[in-house]
Structure formats: C-alpha cells, structure tokens
C-alpha cells in the first residue's frame, strides 16, 4: 500500500506542496514573511533573484487558467530558471500517453519541479508519490479539492492589508461546495487563527456538514455580512457542476451578488477579495470590484510573489538536503 505523501522533509521544510492541510502555520508565515521580499510597487521593475539558476520548472495545466499559470511562470523566470509551459490538452496525454509518462519523459530533460494543474482528484499526490528524490511537485489546483498556493496568496494579502489575523472575520461566499479557493483558504485561515469564518451560500452550493469545521453557515448574506473584516467572492464554478447549473442566475445574483448597497453591512473598512476569474454582474458588480474596498488585483501581485517565495523555499531546502 502507497505510504501519505510526506511533503515536508525531516527539517520541516518543503520538499512538495500538495496541499495545505497539516501545513504548520510556522512556516506559513516564513512563506509569507519571504513572499513579502518580492513585492514591489505598481510602476516598478520587478524584483528578480537566482534562487532557481540552473532550474527547470514545468507548469503542466489541463484545466484552464490564466493568474496562477502566468504568475508561476513569472515566478521562476524572475528567480532565474528554465520554463516550460506543457499546454496538456495539446500534448501526448490526448494520444493516450499517461500523466506518468509524460512527467517522466520531462524528468529525463531535467526537469526539477512540476506545477500542476488537473481536474481529477489525487493526481497530484500521486505524481508527488512517483517522481524521483530530486524532484518537487507543487499544485497549480486539483480538482475541487485544493488551491494552496491560492490560499497563502489570500492569507499574505489578509496579513497585509488587516496587519494579521487575531480577531478577524472572514466571509466567503457563493459555490463554496465545488471550491478549491475555499477549501485552502479555510485552512489557511483556521491554521493562521483568524476569529470567525463564516460561509454563506445557497443549500446546494454549501459544502458537506463534515467539511470546514469550525466554521459558521448563513443562507442569508445579509445576515453573514454583517461586521465582516473580510469579504470572499466566489464564481459558480460550472465545469464542475454535473448537468447543467441548477441555480437561476438572476435570483442567484440578486440574494448572492455582492453590490455596494449590501456591502455597507460590512465593517467601513471592510476588503473584498476574489480569486479571480470574476463573472461581473453575477456574484460581483463591477462598482465593488473596482471600487475603494476591492484588493482584487493586490491578489494577483501578491500571487507572483508568494509563487517565488514557494519555489525560492523548495529549492533552498532541496540544497540543504544535498549539502
Ligand atoms: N485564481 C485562479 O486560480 O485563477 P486561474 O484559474 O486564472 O489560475
């Protein structure tokens, strides 16, 4: 029987990143104190290192994506590594090679870490699981099940802007069921000790009653609006909705959609996030989304810079283990 994937070595430190789940908040924050290093303001050049120097980075994406594959690209090639963008549904998978072999024939070109993106549960770990010892495998986003290095992005930009998390209430709201975004953020988030986590969203877009322990449920978004520090946006996440959208839009948009009016609930110095990609005018207006309150695009900055924090980690830890 395949042993759990140990994705910290015997020092602690990263050797994949699968997951958030039993991730020590410890390290979190070193991710995020490091990601902070890479930050720079809008208009400036880029901060570059040569963390990577000498690297191969493959990002492996069979679902779409545009904020985590170009900013994991950018990543590595700011820290000085080879990229090789493997778009998966124009490769040999569609003539029947496996994930397996595919990963193995880009081993054998020096390929040190694989980001990868896929809809298919455990196909990540299992990958982790079969690489060789020199190898790193990080998700890009697996299935509905996990986001991670989504959720230290929305954790980094949280610490930022509230200055930590004690005492914080964090709403997340809309297809919180079929979310990745959640799942990581609720771990994350609950690690990192945030006061409250609140979950609003219609009965069949609410998760299971064994998930997202510790959290509270609203049907109403009124009422898990109300004092909120934080304010999470979700998109129906229809490509993993079997048949067609049960929901009515219209009716969806008018009790779930966040508008200035019904964010006033919040408290005045509330933020709004979204992962991000946004339908407009179904769970978000425009007015909110580009509006003082949102960090919408603090997001994606940030999620450049913790990908290179991530990385930076990885191949740190990877010339401890050899030294
Ligand atoms: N937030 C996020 O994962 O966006 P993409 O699907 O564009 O990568």
């Not at 988030?189 to 609003?200: Q, S």
Request: net charge neutral.
């Amino acid at each position: 029987m395949t042993q759990p994937l140990q994705q910290v070595d015997a020092s602690g430190r990263l050797r994949h990143l699968v997951t958030l789940d039993g991730l020590d908040a410890g390290l979190m924050r070193e991710l995020m104190a490091r990601a902070r290093a890479y930050l720079c303001q809008p208009g400036q050049l880029a901060v570059h290192g040569d963390d990577l120097r000498g690297w191969t980075v493959a990002n492996l994406f069979s679902e779409p994506s545009t904020r985590t594959r170009a900013s994991f690209e950018l990543a590595a090639l700011r820290l000085g590594a080879d990229v090789v963008n493997l778009d998966v549904m124009l490769s040999s998978r569609v003539k029947g090679e496996s994930i397996i072999d595919t990963i193995y024939t880009l081993e054998a070109m020096q390929v040190n870490v694989f980001v990868i993106r896929d809809a298919q549960p455990g196909i990540v770990e299992s990958v982790a699981q079969q690489v060789g010892e020199h190898v790193s495998v990080i998700s890009g986003g697996e299935a509905h099940i996990s986001h991670p290095t989504q959720g230290l992005l929305d954790a980094l930009t949280i610490q930022q802007l509230k200055g930590g998390f004690d005492n914080l209430t964090v709403t997340v709201v809309g297809d919180i069921r079929h979310s990745r975004v959640a799942r990581s953020a609720h771990r994350a988030l609950t690690a990192l000790g945030i006061a409250e986590l609140r979950l609003v969203a219609p009965e069949e877009m609410m998760p299971e009653s064994h998930e997202f322990q510790g959290a509270r449920r609203f049907s109403s978004f009124d009422e898990g609006l109300a004092g909120a520090d934080v304010v999470m946006m979700l998109r129906i996440q229809k490509e993993r909705i079997a048949g067609s959208v049960p929901t009515d839009i219209g009716r969806y948009s008018e009790h779930y959609g966040l508008t200035a009016a019904r964010l006033a609930r919040a408290k005045r110095d509330a933020i709004v996030m979204h992962p991000g990609p946004m339908n407009r005018g179904v769970e978000i207006t425009s007015e909110v989304a580009d509006g003082p309150q949102s960090v919408i695009r603090r997001q994606v900055a940030n999620g450049v810079a913790m990908r290179m924090a991530v990385l930076a980690h990885i191949a740190e830890a990877r010339r401890r283990r050899a030294s």
